[in-house]
Nanobody, 125 residues
Framework: QVQLVESGGGLVQAGGSLRLSCAAS????????LGWFRQAPGKEREFVEA??????????YYADSVKGRFTISRDNAKNTVYLQMNSLKPEDTAVYYC????????????????WGQGTQVTVSS
């Protein structure tokens, strides 16, 4: 069983930066695909697709909405995945979740069996 704990959320002004962390325990971290998802306020649980994922070999993916602004990375020695978020916009306001899966990468949220509790990111205009 894999447990994930996010941290690093908070309130930031538009144009600012935050770095989210997600610490994992259990399982073999280095082999997992790790993804970041978000749920915007006032919307149903609709994190259907990943914002970003990173595979064990370092291959990454970014959704168009965050490409060029967000950077995903992992430190296998620390069992931690990061999401560096720059040039934040008010529309980035959401609860951010990390998730993990074995096997090949996918953007599909339903394919990730392990989830963290989420961390709130609020971007003020």
């Amino acid at each position: 069983q894999v447990q994930l704990v996010e941290s690093g959320g908070g309130l930031v002004q538009a144009g600012g930066s935050l770095r989210l962390s997600c610490a994992a325990s259990g399982g073999t971290f280095s082999t997992y695909v790790l993804g970041w998802f978000r749920q915007a306020p006032g919307k149903e649980r609709e994190f259907v697709e990943a914002l970003s994922w990173i595979w064990s070999g370092g291959r990454t993916y970014y959704a168009d909405s965050v490409k060029g602004r967000f950077t995903i990375s992992r430190d296998n020695a620390k069992n931690t995945v990061y999401l560096q978020m720059n040039s934040l916009k008010p529309e980035d306001t959401a609860v951010y979740y990390c998730a993990a899966k074995t096997g090949t990468p996918t953007v599909v949220a339903g394919s990730y069996p392990y989830w963290g509790q989420g961390t709130q990111v609020t971007v003020s205009s």
